[in-house]
């Protein structure tokens, strides 16, 4: 009876073992890697560095990580922080577009103050 167990336990663990030999590797994320690098890229050229330094460096941070777990082939690991990458990139970009844009509307709002100014003082004499 126990050699019946033992056998039993070993199938059991060679089985396992055998699952465990088949699994699936997830493949290297290069496009997500790549993909962050242009996100990353687009958020220097819309002025991220200026308005969203923060996050533009959180983003060359996540992608340096991705990269170094992609060598270590944590393949998973490296997938979800080159994806965290673009998303902190795109947001980067958003608050960088949004700061200019303010930028602009403070402006406009300026310009008009002068005009109105001019226009009262050519009117009053």
Known sequence: MKIWMMLNACL???????L???AVQTPAPAKQVTLATQSIAQ???????EFAPV?????RDKLSQAKVAMDKEENLKAKRLADEAMVDANLA??????????????????SIN???EEMKRKTNP
Do not use: D, P
């Open 55 to 59: 996050e533009l460096k959180a983003a």
């Open 20 to 22: 465990s030999g088949c």
């Open 114 to 116: 002068v005009l109105r």
């Open 93 to 110: 970009e958003a608050k960088a577009r949004s700061a200019k844009a303010q930028k602009v509307v403070e402006e406009l709002k300026e």
């Open 43 to 49: 958020a220097e050229s819309s002025g991220a560095v």
């Open 12 to 18: 059991v663990t060679l089985f396992m073992v055998a």
